[in-house]
């Protein structure tokens, strides 16, 4: 991948086009890499191009293959208007920004009912449905508790028990009432945040758009934690997409070659800070208020990116009882979950349905 990633005027004027045909084995992130072609190794990757902005936090991409169309600049056309839903979004639902429907949906629901755009409503309720079937493992209600934890970082403390009882009395969807396209709370202080399944929420609309446009092989990223693909590359009937190693972050453990599916990833190898010799993770049990350390990270496979999202964040603060019972009871959702190693430094990744056939470890 080229270091400094051109505008997207200049794609679509094509002056960019050459310098973004590159190899596919920096395109997803850390996702994707090159092998030899040996049986039950990490697939060989191919020439892509690649199309970037910035929203969120973090850097959303379409990676199509090099082998565009008799005019390359149409579906880059489409790829820019894909990426440009993601801003539109971040513009909704950010609890950042203080003109956002999210945010004045929270600062006003708790005094009278609020109606939310359709496409919002149904997000939250999607995220409704995943809290009350995780136990509240995944709770966008926990927004609060991350505020709390966000002031203790900068002031180098940790919360109070005060402090934290506070919070957790406005954590949970037990405060939150949806009838007929609004929505109510219970009480003020309640707030919404959707950090745990925006992201993948905003992939899903993007991909939307790609659908609509017909193009049948992609790979949209965000971040290094969130894809979703369709088709497949260079070859292969999907795109390979790597595996971060939780306890070494800058090496990768293996690779998923996904296809019409959604994956994201939750951890706390890059996220964390320490106070008296602990380290404490920025992924909070919203049960507790306290940060979890059960796993080093999980993946989950998911029809949609939104799914994917949550869904990671849910099974790392439940771990493996969770994700087991959830999976056994939706048939397409698959979870690789890595907790901490028992003795010395290697790993004993476990699989809860991910096919093998598409599974590649590293030989490390």
């Known amino acids: 991948m080229s270091e400094t990633i051109p505008n997207r005027r200049d794609f679509l004027a094509g002056r960019a086009l050459r310098d973004e045909i590159v190899a596919v084995g920096q395109a997803a992130g850390d996702a994707i890499f090159e092998t030899a072609d040996e049986p039950r190794r990490e697939p060989t990757s191919g020439a892509t191009v690649r199309l970037a902005t910035s929203a969120m936090a973090t850097d959303f991409a379409v990676i199509l293959n090099e082998a565009l169309s008799d005019d390359p600049r149409q579906p880059l ?63 966008p209600t926990s927004g609060q508790l991350i505020a709390l934890w966000r002031q203790c970082r900068k002031e180098v403390r940790l919360p109070t028990e005060a402090e934290l009882a506070e919070r957790l009395a406005l954590v949970g969807m037990r405060h939150v009432e949806t009838v007929d396209g609004s929505m109510t709370f219970a009480r003020a202080g309640v707030e919404l945040n959707l950090g745990s399944i925006g992201k993948g929420y905003a992939l899903d609309r993007a991909a939307e758009i790609l659908n609509e446009h017909k193009l049948t092989e992609w790979l949209l990223q965000g971040g290094h934690s969130s894809v979703i693909a369709r088709g497949g590359h260079n ?13 070494l972050p800058q090496r990768r453990l293996g690779t998923i070659l996904l296809r019409d599916q959604a994956l994201a990833t939750s951890g706390t190898a890059v996220q964390h800070f320490r106070f008296e010799g602990k380290r404490y993770g920025h992924i909070i049990d919203p049960r507790t208020g306290w940060p979890t350390d059960t796993m080093l990270s999980v993946t989950v496979l998911a029809p ?40 010395g430094q290697r790993l004993e990744p476990i699989n809860i349905g991910v096919p093998h056939d598409v599974l590649f470890w590293n030989d490390e």
């Open 304 to 343: 949609t990116a939104a799914e994917a999202d949550a869904l990671s964040t849910a099974f790392f603060v439940g771990g493996v009882e969770l994700a087991e019972r959830y999976c056994s009871n939706h048939r397409s959702v698959s979870a690789l979950l890595i907790p901490p190693p028992t003795g």
């Open 77 to 139: 056309r489409w790829a820019s208007e894909a990426l440009d839903v993601v801003h539109l979004l971040e513009d909704q639902m950010s609890v950042y920004r203080p003109h956002t429907e999210l945010s004045q949906l929270n600062r006003v629901a708790a005094s009278r009912p609020v109606q939310v755009e359709e496409r919002l409503f149904e997000l939250l309720r999607v995220a409704r449905d995943i809290s009350l079937e995780t136990d509240g493992c995944f709770d």
């Open 235 to 247: 070859g292969l009937p999907g795109w390979p997409v790597g595996l971060r190693n939780p306890l």
